[in-house]
């Protein structure tokens, strides 16, 4: 469980992507939805690890949203196994099998 203000990985559904260190905005678990930003842009990722970014932490954006569901490890397990497997970003993979507006 990772605590509110917490720097994580956060996996958003995009081709070029393994993952953006964000700032947890509350309570959340590995595999918990989140809402959040990139270039302006709303997307809805996926907590997916602790953050490895190494940037300072005043350059590290909050989440907009911490939700209430998410994706169990298995499944997170399965992405990053399919994504060795077809050499594709994990995002990518997450992004087949998120149908991203109806989350």
Same mark, same amino acid.
């Given at each position: 469980m990772f605590k509110s203000n917490a720097?994580?990985?956060v996996l958003i559904p995009n081709v070029v992507n393994s993952g953006y260190d964000y700032r947890l905005t509350d309570d959340?678990?590995?595999g918990t939805f989140v809402q959040c930003t990139v270039m302006n842009r709303p997307y809805i990722g996926v907590v997916? =690890?602790? =953050?490895?970014s190494g940037l300072p932490p005043e350059k590290i954006k909050n989440v907009t949203? @911490?939700?209430k569901s998410g994706l169990s490890? +298995?499944?997170? +397990?399965? @992405? +990053?196994?399919?994504s060795e497997w077809t050499l594709m970003s994990p995002g990518a993979v997450l992004r087949l099998i998120l149908n991203v507006p109806d989350i």
């Open positions: 720097i994580v990985k959340a678990d590995i997916y =690890g602790f =953050g490895d949203k @911490v939700l490890i +298995q499944d997170l +397990q399965w @992405v +990053q196994k399919m």
